[in-house]
Every structure is written in structure tokens, then in C-alpha cells.
């Protein structure tokens, strides 16, 4: 079975510029979150989608930051315009059903991460 | 505001020395906890997680943790290390019954073990 694959692994953009990363989830993985990773800080929670659905997005930093899950499949995060505080580890996770709570939660599978780094 | 303490940053450890590394979580309700650990290169994954019940779970390649309720805790242990465990290791809580499944970490440890 594959895994949640991310792309692109690493990019390199200087300020001012648009970049969008992509996100596959585990086929048949109805939950999406994105989370992101500042040099030697805390992995924090961005969004998560419920199939194509926003159910929290209050991690999102501002509004340059803008997430998409286009018919509850693939998901891409689009920066733009990136600043240099941007910079950073983008993680993609995905998990089956269920919320929070023993009963329904589910093993939440994570991709290898995106490398952004905006010079 | 929930969050998760990572006391340690950076261990380093010879082979066979046993590891203890601390986590600290700041909520007032139930919640549940994860350990995940990311190998050079590779992803996330899980290594355990405590919902209910025995407050001593067991993981994957020997892990364990303890959760201490009134100390608001659950280190993370294994008693003998190997070389293969050098990697970054991270605590995570979740709210119990919340609507999402978002989970707050802790700033990792990294873990080198030296052969």
C-alpha cells in the first residue's frame, strides 16, 4: 500500500514568489491535515479536511496561505507570496475516519514532508 | 492554550544504555498521547499511544510509556538502545472527543546512539 506522498521534496524560492506544494493522501483516506515544521520549533497543525471539506483550519498563519482538497482526493497548499519566516518543513498526514477520542480514532499516517526554504 | 514540553533536546547514548526521554503536556481535560519517532530521511510514524486503561503502554521495536496523570507525564522508554534508534523522537496529546483529530507536539528530542 503507498503511502502519503508529498511533492516537491525540497524547493528553494525567493520571496515575493508562489509556491504550491502537493499532498497525496493513503487511498480511501477521508482525513487530511497539514501540518508545518519551523527550523527547531514544534510541529504545528495547519488545516485538516474532512474529503474535500475545510473541518479546522486555525492554524493557518494568514491569508497567504491558502489549502485546497479538490474532489476530497489530492490537496495542494499554495504559498503566495512567500516570505521568508515561510520557511520550513511542510508536513501531509492522513488517517481513515473518525475524530477525536478512543472510539474512531485512527492511526494517523504522515508523508516524508516538503522542504521549503524562500531566500 | 494546550501544549507539549520536550525537556530534552539532544541525548546521546552508547549502545545498550537505556533511554528515558521526559514529556510534560499543559490541558485540563482527558486527552490521549502519542509518541512518534522519524528516522534519518524517513517519515513520521507511530511508536505508541495511550487512550484509556493500563497507564504503561508498550510500542514498537521495545518502546514503552508510562502516563502519570497527576504529573501530567508520559515519558518515553526503552531499556536498552541500539544504534537503529537514533532519530527524533516526538511527544503529542490530542483533546479526547474533540471534532478533529489535531495533534500538538512537543519540539522533538533527537536521539543519537553512538555504536
Known amino acids: 500500500e503507498a503511502g502519503v506522498t508529498q511533492f516537491p521534496s525540497h524547493s528553494v524560492i525567493e520571496k515575493g514568489q508562489t509556491v504550491t506544494l502537493r499532498c497525496d493522501p493513503i487511498?480511501?483516506?477521508?482525513?487530511l491535515y497539514w501540518y508545518r515544521r519551523v527550523m527547531g520549533k514544534e510541529i504545528k497543525f495547519l488545516l485538516h479536511?474532512?474529503?474535500?471539506?475545510?473541518?479546522?483550519e486555525s492554524g493557518m498563519p494568514n491569508n497567504r496561505f491558502l489549502a485546497e482538497r479538490t474532489g476530497g482526493t489530492y490537496s495542494t497548499l499554495k504559498v503566495q507570496p512567500a516570505e521568508l519566516e515561510d520557511s520550513g518543513v511542510y508536513f501531509c498526514?492522513?488517517?481513515?475516519?473518525?475524530?477525536?477520542?478512543?472510539?474512531?480514532?485512527?492511526?494517523?499516517?504522515f508523508g516524508e514532508g516538503s522542504w521549503l526554504t524562500v531566500v | 492554550a494546550q501544549s507539549v514540553s520536550q525537556h530534552n533536546h539532544h541525548v546521546i547514548l552508547s549502545e545498550a544504555a537505556s533511554l528515558e526521554l521526559g514529556c510534560n503536556y499543559s490541558?485540563?481535560?482527558?486527552?490521549?498521547l502519542f509518541w512518534y519517532v522519524q528516522y534519518p530521511g524517513q517519515h513520521l510514524q507511530l511508536l505508541l499511544k495511550?487512550?484509556?486503561?493500563?497507564?504503561l503502554v508498550k510500542g514498537i521495536k521495545g518502546f514503552e510509556a508510562e502516563f502519570i496523570k497527576s504529573k501530567f507525564s508520559f515519558n518515553l522508554r526503552k531499556p536498552s538502545v541500539q544504534w537503529s534508534d537514533t532519530a527524533e523522537y516526538f511527544c503529542?496529546?490530542?483533546?479526547?472527543?474533540?471534532?478533529?483529530?489535531?495533534?500538538?507536539f512537543g519540539t522533538g528530542t533527537l536521539l543519537a546512539v553512538q555504536p
Open positions: 498526514a492522513s488517517s481513515t475516519h473518525g475524530t477525536g477520542g478512543k472510539i474512531g480514532w485512527d492511526t494517523i499516517y
Open positions: 495511550y487512550f484509556s486503561g493500563d497507564p
Open positions: 479536511f474532512v474529503k474535500e471539506s475545510k473541518q479546522d
Open positions: 487511498s480511501g483516506h477521508d482525513n
Open positions: 503529542a496529546v490530542t483533546p479526547y472527543g474533540g471534532a478533529t483529530n489535531k495533534l500538538i
Open positions: 490541558y485540563g481535560g482527558t486527552v490521549n
